[in-house]
Structures are given as C-alpha cells and as structure tokens.
C-alpha cells in the first residue's frame, strides 16, 4: 500500500540517452512534484501539475519532460542525458496546489549518467 | 526573495544527548513551516507543521520544534537522541496562495555512539 512509488530506484545510463522515470500515487491527490536533489542534498522543484494540468516549470532545460496521463500519475522524460543530470529524483503528492499542504514524498530514483 | 536557512550543514551529537538543529525563514508574511527528515536512502518523511496558534508544535518520533516570528526562527528539538535519529533534516516553508513549498539546504545529523 505504497503512497507514492517510483520506478525505477536505479537508473545507470550513458551520456546521451534517453530515458524515463515513472511515479504513481494511490493517495487521491490533485497535485504532484518533481525534486531533483543534488550531491550536497539541496532539493530543487522541477514541475508541478494539478489535475493533470502544468502549473509549476522552474527554469529547467526542455531536455526534460514531464507527462500527466492522470492525476495519480506524473512521468519524468529526459533527452541527451548529461553528466550532470545525475542526482536523485523525487516525485511527491500534495491534496491541492497550496502552500500549506504536506506533501508526500516517494523513495527516489537515483539516475547515474556515465 | 522568500528563502529558508538553515545554517548548519552538518552536526554531531551523542546518543542520549539534546538536539536543536536551526532554521530561519525570510517571508513577507508567517509562512506555513515543516520539518521533514529523510533517512538514508529514503525518500522525505514529514515530522511536523506549523500553521498557526500555539507555537510549540509536537510531532512525530519524539521530535517538537518552536516558531519564534521575532526571530523568524522555527528550531527542531528533541530532548534525547537515539541512533536511528540519524538523517538529514529539511526545514521548508509555503505561503497561502503559493503552489510550491520552499525548502533549506538540509542539516545532516550523525550520532555519536
């Protein structure tokens, strides 16, 4: 009964491929996140989408794309992998799009780019 | 800008010791402050909010933190610590009306034996 999963825990890829990361949550919420966080464990939004719908995009290379086939889904696209694309990557789930609320984090996607 | 610090990066203390790691938040109004902790590994668990009222919150795991608005400080505290308490900890803070929650540069917490 897993809130929110991600998948796949481990991403090892070379530079230049493409590859994607999935994310569900079975909590009913509107709103999900994308984090990327860094070596020194700084975590950084990426997009956000509520009700399928993009609301949040910070100034993130268009080499990433996030897709919403439903609310309880947000995938993670990324072209051209660089070497310094790799981090870890968490999605999170949050009842609406607002300041005040909790947000529910899955266990990461640690993506390695060789 | 709206920010949050929190100013230690790293901290030691032994086990059965207190605790008190630090943050301070830059907002133009009381934002909305969390605590989450995230063991190793693992992805963020929340430990705490603070919305409004009473400014000493309780939560999870033993753990309680204080908002001080003169200070613009909500401090993390826990009286006693066991190994497990072993973790990175992030303060974050939201605005009403704001869509994203702001989060500090993370406090990693070792125990000492």
């Known amino acids: 009964d897993t809130a929110v999963s991600q998948t796949p825990k481990y991403l090892v890829t070379q530079m230049g491929n493409d590859k994607s990361i999935k994310c569900e949550q079975n909590?009913?919420?509107?709103?999900m996140y994308w984090y990327k966080q860094d070596s020194k464990k700084f975590l950084k939004i990426m997009f956000s989408?509520?009700?399928?719908?993009?609301?949040i995009n910070e100034t993130v290379p268009n080499r990433f794309s996030p897709k919403s086939p439903d609310k309880a889904h947000l995938n993670l696209h990324i072209n051209s992998l660089e070497l310094g694309d790799s981090a870890v990557y968490f999605c999170a789930s949050s009842p609406m799009a607002y300041g005040g609320n909790e947000q529910f984090f899955g266990p990461g996607t640690r993506l390695t780019v060789l | 800008a709206q920010s949050v610090t929190q100013p230690d990066i790293h901290i030691t203390v032994s086990e059965g010791a207190s605790l008190e790691l630090r943050c301070n938040y830059s907002?133009?109004?009381?934002?909305?402050l969390f605590w989450y902790v995230q063991s190793p590994g693992q992805g963020l668990q929340l430990l705490l909010k603070?919305?409004?009222?009473?400014?000493l919150v309780q939560g999870i795991k033993g753990f309680e933190a204080e908002f001080k608005r003169s200070q613009s400080s909500f401090n993390l505290r826990k009286p006693s610590v066991h190994w497990s308490d072993a973790a990175e900890y992030f303060c974050?803070?939201?605005?009403?009306?704001?869509?994203?929650?702001?989060f500090g540069q993370g406090t990693r917490l070792t125990i000492n034996p």
């Open positions: 603070y919305f409004s009222g009473d400014t």
């Open positions: 989408y509520n009700n399928k719908e993009l609301i």
């Open positions: 909590l009913g919420h509107d709103t």
């Open positions: 974050a803070a939201g605005i009403q009306g704001a869509q994203k929650l702001v």
């Open positions: 907002y133009g109004a009381t934002p909305y």
